[in-house]
C-alpha cells in the first residue's frame, strides 16, 4: 500500500512540475471545444397531441370493423410523412424561401423527413406530431416559427387525407366495379341471347326450362313427393272404403211405435262416427254398435209394413271416397306422366349426349355470369353505402387536444451541459498530456527511482536548497497559475450564464 501511495506522489509530482503545459493544453482545447459549440445551430422543437376517435356504432351496422377502422388510422399515420405530404409541407411553410429548384426541394423533403416524428401513445387514438427544425443559414426565430408551421401543415394533412382519402378511395372503387358490372352485363346478355337460341333451335328436341340434368333431377325429386302423397292418399281412401262398407245404404221406415225411429237414429250416430275415423276399438263406437244392436232386437216384430229411406251418413262417406279416389287417381296420372317425360329425357340423353352437353354448358356459362353480376352489384352497393357512412360520420373523429406549441428555447443542444463537457475535457487533455510528457521525459524524483533504472545501489541524495527570493518567485508563480485555472472556470461559467440569459431573452 505505502509503495502504492509513493508511485501516486511521484505522478502527481510529474504532472505539477509540467503543470504549465497542462493548462496551456487546457486553454486550447477548451476555447476550440467552446466555438464548435458555438458553432451547432439550435434546433427548435415543435409538439402537437390530436386525438382520433374511431369508433362509430353506423360503421359496425354497416361491416366497417373496430379493426379495419384502426388499420386506416395506421396507414394514415405511415403516410403522414410521405413524399407527396412532405413537399406540401414544403411548399405551404416558409420553407419555400429557402428553395429554388427541385434539387433544393428534395433535400429538404429529405431533412424534414429525418425530422418529423408521429408517434401513437399507449392509448392508439392519441398521437404525437412533432417535428424539429434546426437550419443553420436560419435564424432562431425563423426555425421556431417553421416548426410550428411544420406541425400545423401536417395535421392540416391528416384531416385532408381522413376526409378526402376516403372520398377518393371510393369512388375509384366505384368506378371500377361499374366498368366490371358493364363487361359483365354485356358477357350476360350474350350467354343469355345465346341460350335463347339455342332453346328456340332445339325447341321440339329439349323441351322445358332447364338443362337435361336440372330437369330430371327435378322430376325425380317431384315423384319422390307424389310417391309420399300417394300412400297417404290410399290409406285415407282404403280407411274411406272401410267406413263405407260398415254404413247401411238405407235407414228403415217410421212404424208406429217409434222403434224403427230411434234404431235410425242411432245407426246415424253409428254413420258419423265412423266417418269421423274412429275406429271399432274406440270405446264410443262399441257403446253405439250395441245400442243399435238392441234396439233391432227391441224393434224386430213391429212396423212391418214401414218403407225405407236413404241413409244420409252413407251418402257422405260415399262422396269422401269419391274424392278420395279422385285424388289417388290424379296422383297416379301424374307420377306416370313424370315418369314418361323422364324416359324420354334419358333416352335423349343418351341418344344425343352432345346436345345436352352444350345445353350444360349454355347453362352452366349463364350461371356463372348470373352470379358473377350479382356479386358487384351487391358489392357496388355495399362499397357506396360504406363511403357514404365515412363521408357523413368521418371514418376518424379528429380533435386537437394540444395545438402545436410555439418553442421559445432550443431544445438541442444542451449548450450547459456541453461547456461544462468541454471543460472538463480540456482540464483531462491537460493532465493527460503533462503525464505523457513525464513518461517521456522521464526523472528521478526519489533515490529508489534511481536505483532501479540504473540497478545499481544509490549512496545517498542531496536535497534542493531553496532561497527566499526562489520562494517569492514560486509563490508568484502559483498565483498566476491559480489565476489562470480559475480565469479558465470563470470563462465557462461566464458562457453558461450568457447561454441562460438568451434562452430567457428569447
Not at 234404431?263 to 264410443?284: E, F, I, K, Y
Not at 253405439?288 to 224386430?300: C, D, F, I, N, S
Request: proline residues 4%; hydrophobic residues 40%; contains cysteine.
Amino acid at each position: 500500500m505505502a509503495g502504492l501511495l509513493d508511485e501516486l506522489l511521484v505522478v502527481l509530482h510529474g504532472i505539477w512540475t509540467r503543470r504549465w503545459l497542462a493548462l496551456a493544453v487546457a486553454w486550447g482545447v477548451c476555447l476550440l471545444g467552446w466555438l464548435g459549440v458555438a458553432l451547432i445551430p439550435n434546433a427548435y422543437q415543435s409538439k402537437a397531441r390530436v386525438y382520433v376517435n374511431t369508433q362509430s356504432l353506423l360503421e359496425d351496422k354497416v361491416g366497417i370493423t373496430q379493426v379495419q377502422s384502426q388499420q386506416d388510422l395506421d396507414r394514415l399515420r405511415s403516410t403522414l410523412a410521405s413524399t407527396d405530404n412532405l413537399e406540401k409541407v414544403v411548399r405551404d411553410t416558409d420553407l419555400s424561401q429557402t428553395v429554388s429548384g427541385p434539387h433544393d426541394i428534395a433535400a429538404k423533403i429529405t431533412t424534414l423527413r429525418e425530422n418529423i416524428t408521429v408517434m401513437a401513445q399507449a392509448d392508439p387514438s392519441m398521437i404525437d406530431i412533432t417535428a424539429t427544425s434546426a437550419d443553420s443559414s436560419l435564424s432562431d426565430g425563423a426555425n421556431a416559427r417553421i416548426a410550428r408551421q411544420v406541425v400545423q401543415k401536417l395535421i392540416d394533412i391528416f384531416q385532408e387525407e381522413n376526409l378526402s382519402g376516403d372520398r377518393n378511395e371510393t369512388r375509384q372503387s366505384i368506378a371500377f366495379l361499374d366498368q366490371q358490372i358493364g363487361e359483365r352485363g354485356k358477357q350476360l346478355a350474350a350467354a343469355e341471347q345465346r341460350r335463347v337460341e339455342f332453346e328456340q333451335r332445339y325447341a321440339g328436341v329439349l323441351p322445358g326450362a332447364g338443362s337435361i340434368g336440372q330437369r330430371m333431377d327435378a322430376a325425380r325429386q317431384e315423384i319422390n313427393n307424389i310417391d309420399s302423397q300417394l300412400v297417404q292418399a290410399q290409406s285415407a281412401l282404403t280407411a274411406m272404403n272401410g267406413q263405407l262398407a260398415g254404413t247401411p245404404p238405407t235407414l228403415p221406415g217410421v212404424g208406429g211405435n217409434g222403434g224403427p225411429t230411434a234404431l235410425a237414429q242411432a245407426q246415424a250416430d253409428l254413420a258419423a262416427m265412423r266417418a269421423r275415423g274412429w275406429t271399432s276399438s274406440h270405446p264410443d263406437v262399441i257403446a253405439q254398435v250395441r245400442q243399435v244392436e238392441a234396439l233391432r232386437k227391441a224393434g224386430g216384430g213391429g212396423g212391418g209394413g214401414a218403407g225405407s229411406t236413404p241413409n244420409p251418413a252413407y251418402l257422405s262417406i260415399r262422396s269422401m271416397q269419391a274424392e278420395r279416389a279422385a285424388t289417388v287417381q290424379a296422383l297416379q296420372t301424374r307420377k306416370a306422366q313424370l315418369q314418361a317425360d323422364l324416359s324420354t329425357m334419358t333416352s335423349r340423353q343418351t341418344s344425343e349426349p352432345g346436345l345436352a352437353a352444350e345445353q350444360e354448358k349454355l347453362q352452366r356459362d349463364y350461371d356463372v355470369l348470373k352470379t358473377q353480376y350479382d356479386k358487384l352489384l351487391a358489392d357496388r352497393e355495399e362499397i357506396r353505402l360504406r363511403g357514404d357512412v365515412k363521408t357523413e360520420t368521418g371514418s376518424a373523429q379528429f380533435r386537437v387536444i394540444q395545438p402545436p406549441s410555439a418553442p421559445t428555447a432550443p431544445t438541442a443542444p444542451n449548450r450547459p451541459l456541453l461547456l461544462i463537457g468541454v471543460l472538463v475535457l480540456g482540464i483531462g487533455a491537460g493532465i493527460g498530456t503533462a503525464f505523457a510528457m513525464g513518461q517521456l521525459k522521464g526523472t528521478f524524483p526519489t533515490a529508489a527511482r534511481l536505483e532501479r533504472a540504473v540497478g545499481m545501489p544509490v549512496i545517498g541524495s542531496i536535497s534542493q536548497t531553496v532561497s527566499v527570493a526562489q520562494i517569492a518567485i514560486e509563490k508568484q508563480r502559483r498565483k498566476w497559475f491559480a489565476g489562470a485555472s480559475g480565469g479558465l472556470a470563470a470563462l465557462c461559467l461566464v458562457l453558461i450564464a450568457i447561454e441562460f440569459v438568451q434562452r430567457g431573452t428569447a
